[in-house]
């Protein structure tokens, strides 16, 4: 081969596993790129210099620190209290198991991943609910699934060779929960007292048809079709022996309600419907009046996009009633840093040579246990995710890195013991002139933002509402509870896509975010540890 | 040996070179996703200038392995991927050694452009690469880091003419770096 020749293939390849990562491979272009940490004290200006144009705040690092840690404990005692129903009363005969969402899997959004506390008590059925709402039921326990592994020849040999090696066992204490969202879930309901106070017995489960996107829960087969507003309940009282629905007895699924929608006015569904319709001119009016539909759904008090915490209702192992209120006041509750998941990190450089990016490196790497995702943290607040670990060190994409997303929770400066608001994921959009980080925030349609923003103001009367922002479940590597900054809602903020807001939603400014100054601390384990008792079945330690 | 020593030294050049350009950037407006960025774009990429002063002392037959030292140079100062830096500087490397076969890469104009055009190709690439694993890593529900949109499509435009101003002024110190002379082959 001549010169020429390979030089483009080895273009050609490098550019391919750029694109198209592999294992192996980027491991060797690890060790490759292990001399660059001998560079990192070449970096030290630019350290200093970022340093000195940090946003300065007023006050000793130990007593913030001790504050903050504070205000994520009370974060998280309000998270682990919303589970718990408020309005509704467990029946006697339940255990609930306290569960904390996981990481999503995949791209579904109508099956959450849940660690619970308790593993053995859950059983496939079990109702799930997050405070007085009924969120779907258990649909998989991938750890009593028998293993799918089965290794031909080929794989038999990789393995004797240690070039390959068997997947990895599920977490014991890992459930999955399909939500009632999903198309092929159904669950028994009831309107105790309609718009004309009647009451209705029906059928939901899966989204109901709206063009505009906005959330809601569809109805099947309606005892009254003339039914149209009033709060669903669960109700399942035929239940078999080996049925759970009856334990989710009375735990609110959403409020009815109506709507006349605007079809998809295109002329070629106008000239499909008209001969129909038996329409009598092409004019705008009869257009529209035809175009419109009667739709009926159930609009959910909470946002799915939003949980963090829930109860699966297991039913008792003794005669005697459970004392719920017990079992609450009596929940485990560590603080976020004290899990045990944390490993100290030195910064090597501040900065990248690439314009458009925020990132650093620290010297923790693969060989210390660090994977992707992994949270690096200043005090107790997040100052970014590991990007690429190698051996001996890591790049970390900062919460300044454009494109950085992070499920968000909302908790209000002035009650900050009352239940958080579930943000969803919010993006960084970089760092404002003042040294302020931008977050994009698209409020979901079924957001509870406005429900809480009216819950925060005073006099009934929804405003800005001052708040301190923090990471909630559901990412790889990143527990919740750990500080982003301080921003304000704005009052008028709008789910996206609706007349008084753009698609863009809103750029929310957050200020007193992590100085990127250091000292560190890298998660070396996964989001949860033994926040929930999950280590008491036999899992390893964390290093 | 004495050529190995030559590469080792390429990487420092290259990583001090990036180190200076990260300090520079240090100063400049936050990173955002429009025209601060576009202007923290002003910094020159200073390692593309090493690796074609280089490759102007030693020719296109080591193009891979220069773009190697300068990736390993560069890997201390960016979270960009080693394969994407890699690609990147081969294709860089690579661009400026053809040139040189033309004419010498000491001329003006042929400077200008290999370093010009390089810091250009290489800055889209690594926004190329960016678009697609983000792009992929959404799709797929994966968790991915960098945000490509497209204001910042100008910026790899604005370090390129910087990158050539300092490569049109500062050419003979970059030619002259130490270390290169160890890396010429003799013809005789």
Redesign the interface.
């Given at each position: 081969m001549s010169?020429r020749a390979?030089?483009?293939t080895?273009?050609g390849v490098?550019?391919l596993?750029?694109?198209r990562?592999f294992g192996p491979?980027?491991r060797l272009?690890?060790l490759?790129?292990l001399?660059?940490?001998a560079?990192?004290p070449?970096?030290l200006?630019?350290t200093l210099?970022?340093e000195f144009?940090a946003p300065k705040e007023s006050g000793a690092d130990e007593t913030r620190l001790a504050g903050e840690s504070e205000l994520s404990v009370q974060l998280e005692e309000a998270v682990l209290f919303s589970a718990w129903p408020t309005e509704v009363e467990l029946r006697p005969d339940v255990k609930p198991v306290v569960g904390e969402v996981d990481a999503?899997?995949?791209?579904?959004r109508d099956v959450i991943r849940v660690r619970v506390a308790d593993p053995k008590r859950v059983e496939l059925g079990q109702p799930v609910v997050a405070g007085d709402v009924y969120i779907g039921r258990v649909s998989r326990i991938p750890f009593r699934e028998p293993s799918a592994d089965d290794p031909g020849l080929l794989e038999r040999l990789m393995r004797a060779l240690r070039l390959s090696s068997p997947p990895l066992e599920p977490p014991r204490d890992a459930v999955d929960v399909a939500l009632v969202t999903g198309a092929d879930q159904r669950v028994g309901g009831l309107v105790l007292e309609d718009q004309e106070g009647n009451s209705c017995a029906l059928v939901v489960g899966g989204l109901a048809w709206r063009p505009d996107d906005v959330v809601w829960l569809a109805i099947h087969a309606p005892e009254r079709r003339s039914t149209s507003q009033g709060v669903v309940e669960v109700s399942e009282p035929l239940g078999l022996d080996e049925d759970f629905g009856v334990l989710g007895e009375g735990f609110k699924i959403g409020r009815l309600r109506a709507a006349e929608v605007a079809r998809p006015d295109t002329d070629s569904e106008w000239a499909f419907m008209r001969p129909l319709s038996g329409a009598e001119d092409d004019s705008r009016a009869s257009r529209s009046e035809l175009m419109t539909r009667r739709i009926v759904g159930i609009q959910s008090y909470i946002d799915f996009r939003g949980i963090n915490q829930v109860l699966v209702l297991a039913p008792s192992e003794g005669a005697e009633p459970v004392d719920h209120d017990r079992m609450r006041e009596e929940m485990p509750l560590t603080p976020v840093l004290q899990d045990g998941g944390w490993g100290g990190a030195r910064l090597?450089?501040?900065?990248?040579?690439?314009?458009?990016?925020?990132?650093l490196?620290v010297d923790r790497g693969i060989r210390d246990g660090l994977e992707?995702?992994a949270a690096l943290v200043e005090g107790v607040r997040l100052a970014g995710?590991v990007?690429?670990p190698r051996p001996m060190a890591s790049?970390?994409?900062t919460v300044?890195?454009?494109?950085?997303s992070v499920n968000v929770l909302a908790q209000s400066e002035e009650d900050p013991k009352a239940p958080p608001l579930a943000m969803g994921r919010l993006?960084s959009?970089?760092?404002?002139?003042d040294?302020s980080l931008?977050l994009r925030w698209l409020p979901d349609r079924g957001t509870a933002w406005p429900a809480w923003a009216l819950d925060s103001s005073t006099g009934g009367r929804s405003r800005d509402v001052e708040v301190t922002l923090w990471t909630g479940s559901g990412m790889?590597r990143v527990p919740r509870g750990l500080r982003i900054g301080r921003a304000t809602l704005p009052a008028d903020a709008r789910p996206a896509g609706t007349a008084a807001d753009s698609e863009e939603g809103c750029l929310l400014r957050v200020e007193e975010t992590a100085s990127l100054r250091g000292p560190f601390q890298v998660r070396l384990g996964g989001a949860r540890l033994s926040r929930t008792d999950a280590l008491a079945d036999g899992e390893a330690a964390p290093r | 040996m004495k050529r190995a020593s030559g590469f080792v030294l390429v990487a420092f050049w290259v990583a001090f070179a990036c180190a200076l350009q990260v300090a520079l950037l240090a100063f400049g407006p936050w990173v955002d996703l429009g025209t601060a960025s576009v202007t923290r774009a002003l910094v020159p990429d200073l390692g593309i200038c090493v690796l074609v002063a280089a490759v102007a002392r030693v020719g296109r037959h080591d193009a891979v392995g220069l773009a190697i030292a300068a990736t390993v140079g560069r890997a201390a100062f960016t979270g960009a991927t080693p394969f994407a830096l890699l690609a990147g500087s081969i294709v860089v490397a690579y661009l400026a050694g053809s040139l040189g076969r033309m004419a010498e890469l000491d001329r003006p104009f042929l400077r200008v452009t290999s370093a010009g055009v390089g810091a250009l190709l290489f800055g889209w690439w690594l926004l190329f690469v960016d678009f697609v694993r983000v792009g992929e890593a959404r799709a797929s529900g994966a968790l991915s880091f960098g945000e490509v949109v497209a204001p910042l499509a100008w910026a790899p435009l604005v370090t390129a003419f910087t990158t050539a101003l300092v490569a049109f002024a500062l050419w003979p110190m970059l030619r002259a770096l130490p270390g290169l002379r160890r890396l010429e082959r003799s013809v005789f």
């Open positions: 010169s390979a030089t483009v080895i273009a490098s550019a596993l750029a694109l990562p491979m980027d272009a690890d490759v790129t001399p660059s940490r560079a990192a070449l970096g200006p630019a210099v970022t144009r999503r899997l995949g791209r579904s090597l450089v501040t900065g990248d040579a690439v314009p458009w990016r925020s990132t490196r992707v995702g995710r990007s690429d790049a970390v994409a300044f890195d454009p494109g950085f993006t959009e970089g760092r404002a002139a040294g931008l790889v | -």
